[in-house]
Structure formats: C-alpha cells, structure tokens
C-alpha cells in the first residue's frame, strides 16, 4: 500500500536557523512526489514535482530533494513569512487518479 | 487570473438535508479532483474525473456523488450528510488526464462543511 509519512510533525524555528522536513513514503513505481504548502484558511499551493533518485529542485529559501526512499525540504534562513503547513504527497504507478499525502510538518518561524 | 474556485467557503447545514459544493476552475484542465481534509487524518481523495463524463471513486466516496458534464464544472453532492462528513473540502485540477511529473494538482481555497 502507498504511504507517506512526514516528520517532523511541527517545527519552531528563529528567523535565520536552517532545517530540513522529512517525507518517507512507500510507493509502487514512483510517478512523482510533490510538495505543497498550505496557509490558515487556504488551499494547499504547489512548490515542486520530483520524479528521479538525485533530482533537486530550487525556490527561493527552498530546497526539495528525493531519493529512492525520502524526500527532504530545506529551508535556508527561514523568515515568518515562511511559516506554514508543508505537504508530501505521492503518486504511484498504481495509481494515476490520485495522490497520497503525508500528514504534513507545520512550521513556525519566530523573528 | 488562473484559479480553482469553489463555493461556498463556509456552510453550516443540518443532517439529511441534500447540499451541493460547487467548483469550476478556468484553467481548461482535463482532470478535477475532491478531496477532504480532517485533523490527524490528512487529505483524503473522495472522487476524481479524467474527462468530461468520466468520474471514479477515491478513497472514501461513501455519501458522496459528482458529476462532470462540463469541463470546467465538478460539484460535489451530499444527498443526505451526516454529522461525520463535517469536514474542509477541497477541490483540485491538473492540465493533464491524470496526475504526472509535468501535471500537479492545482487546489481551491476549500469550503468548510457543518452537519449538525
């Protein structure tokens, strides 16, 4: 069964500190991960696709990398504006109609 | 401005009486998707459609019936909620037939559904 778990499940951070948010997942022919992150009150909002073992991709202070088991998401220097709920999700070959989402990893930034 | 837009944002209803949600995104994506997402339970896929006409079940479609008669159009129906679908709804596109590397899901702001 496809699974994805994120860690951790809340994250304080000082402006400035850097850190990394986990997603282990399971999956039976991996077709994509995709992170999103999700303000108060809104919808979640699309951050990147990774597909292959090694990709990395680049926004701003983030930085989202996969491997066969684990995707991470770096943030650099966080600033507030940067605080919000960050969701994994999958997609497998099994699959193609929907995407698996982790329970997410809600982060704080303090000034 | 490209969007996923669904209506409404909040609705307080009672058990049994027959409720729509309605979504419609301008993006002329293929693929629409309802989602509910509940505390310590995360996003869950009720429905999806991959074309006009075309709908299947999620993972907890119990309660719940779409249609898709328009591209652009996917509403949500309760016939008859029940105090446990109290819940956010969310709605979804993607350009492609499916879900891919090249096709993420685009999100609305969601609707906050009460059954009492």
């Known amino acids: 069964e496809d699974q994805v778990t994120q860690s951790p499940e809340a994250l304080r951070l000082q402006e400035g500190e850097s850190s990394s948010l986990n997603c282990s997942y399971t999956?039976?022919?991996?077709?994509?991960l995709f992170w999103y992150r999700q303000d108060p009150g809104k919808g979640p909002e699309f951050l990147f696709t990774?597909?292959?073992a090694g990709e990395e991709k680049e926004k701003e202070r983030l930085k989202a990398t996969l491997t066969k088991k684990e995707s991470f998401l770096h943030i650099t220097a966080p600033k507030p504006e940067d605080s919000a709920t960050y969701l994994c999700a999958v997609q497998g070959a099994g699959n193609t109609g929907k995407l698996i989402f982790g329970q997410g990893t809600t982060l704080q930034v303090k000034p | 401005e490209a969007q996923v837009t669904q209506n409404p944002r909040y609705l307080i209803t009672v058990t049994g009486k027959k409720l729509t949600v309605t979504c419609s995104q301008n993006m002329n994506h293929e693929y629409m998707s309802w989602y509910r997402q509940d505390p310590g339970l995360g996003l869950r896929q009720i429905y999806y459609?991959?074309?006009?006409?075309?709908?299947d079940k999620g993972d907890v479609p119990e309660g719940y019936k779409v249609s898709r008669k328009e591209k652009r159009n996917f509403p949500l129906i309760l016939e008859s909620p029940s105090p446990n679908q109290t819940s956010l709804y969310f709605c979804?596109?993607?350009?492609?037939?499916?879900?891919?590397?090249?096709?993420?899901?685009?999100f609305g702001n969601g609707t906050r559904l009460t059954v009492t």
């Open positions: 979804a596109s993607g350009r492609g037939q499916t879900i891919s590397y090249n096709s993420p899901l685009h």
């Open positions: 999956v039976s022919g991996l077709r994509g």
């Open positions: 459609s991959m074309n006009v006409e075309v709908t």
């Open positions: 990774l597909y292959s």
